[in-house]
């Protein structure tokens, strides 16, 4: 099969498109032919050599797919070859073939098609399980999520509003803070000019955000602390800002907030499943209706896997990147 090789690590001049042996089905397992593979800031992260697949996982970039069912492994029930669906992955994705457990592979919502249904895994699975089941975000809470424009914040934006929050995201241009606002975004903040603390403080007459959505870690702990509600729960899903800061232990107590850190990707495959199986049940609905949808900025062939990692290195996009076979 065709698959993205990395030739060791570093920037995205290290990735090409080489020669792979096809997967097989495990026990367990199905293999999906791929149409199309989501990007993630996770994958820059692996290609540089910070972010390891799991053990046992493929080595190949891509945590989210969406294809066709190739093979079934044994003990599979419910999946058939022909059948088509979107993948949560640990690995595999940018090729042509990836074997997936059956529990990370869920159906294509009505009204979407095969293509763009490649970038919701990750963004649905992230959303739902951090801000819902997790932080127990509540109707008429208020609901701060950093990066508006990205994949995460486009979809936390939609789902938070659509299940009644008060939504308030940052964006670093204009037209990225009217986008945000289309989504369903009540208050923007250009986190270049504005301080974000002033604004949700203003925005929520000095209460602050019940829950926040941050992938920066370090750089944001203490303001984040800052800007969160009595009983506020932050939950930090990234490190782009950094992996070690200063933690105020006596502000976060007369908050009696909660920080609460998490990954996706590293957890076990029965938590994995579990997790897709929620989104299934409560998000897909809202997707087959129109009310949440996936943002897609554009997609590109995967023999341009270095163009579309330049690009969301860049942070021009909005929305998800999506590699197509």
Request: glycine fraction near 12%.
């Amino acid at each position: 099969m065709r698959a993205v090789i990395t030739d060791g690590f570093g920037g995205p001049e290290v990735l090409s498109v080489g020669e792979l042996p096809d997967p097989e089905a495990g026990p367990g397992e199905v293999v999906l032919a791929v149409a199309a593979a989501g990007l993630n800031r996770a994958d820059l992260l692996q290609r540089q050599g910070f972010y390891p697949p799991p053990p046992g996982a493929s080595d190949v970039i891509g945590m989210e797919c969406s294809g066709t069912v190739a093979a079934v492994g044994e003990g599979v029930t419910g999946w058939a070859v022909g059948d088509q669906a979107c993948a949560l992955l640990a690995g595999g994705g940018y090729a042509e073939r990836v074997a997936v457990p059956a529990g990370q592979l869920m159906p294509i919502p009505e009204g979407v098609d095969l293509v763009t249904s490649a970038a919701l895994p990750e963004v649905a699975c992230t959303v739902w399980s951090n801000v819902f089941m997790v932080a127990g975000l509540k109707p008429d809470e208020a609901f701060l999520v950093h990066g508006g424009a990205g994949g995460i914040g486009t979809f936390a934006i939609q789902l938070a509003h659509r299940l009644g929050a008060r939504v308030l995201t940052t964006a670093g241009t204009a037209e990225k803070r009217a986008a945000c606002e289309a989504l369903g975004a009540d208050v923007a903040i250009d986190y270049r000019e504005q301080d974000f603390v002033e604004e949700v403080r203003a925005a929520t007459g000095g209460r602050g955000a019940d829950v926040i959505l941050d992938n920066m870690g370090a750089k944001y702990l203490d303001r984040n602390l800052d800007a969160l509600a009595t009983e506020g729960r932050l939950v930090i899903i990234g490190m782009q800002g950094g992996t070690k800061a200063e933690l105020d232990i006596n502000k976060l107590l007369r908050k009696r907030g909660a920080i609460i850190a998490t990954t996706l990707r590293a957890r076990p495959t029965e938590e994995k499943s579990a997790i897709c199986a929620s989104v299934v049940e409560h998000v897909w609905p809202l997707v087959a209706a129109g009310e949440v949808r996936p943002v897609v900025h554009g997609t590109m062939p995967l023999c341009e896997v270095v163009a579309a990692h330049e690009l969301m290195a860049s942070g021009e996009h909005s929305g998800k990147i999506l590699l197509t076979l």
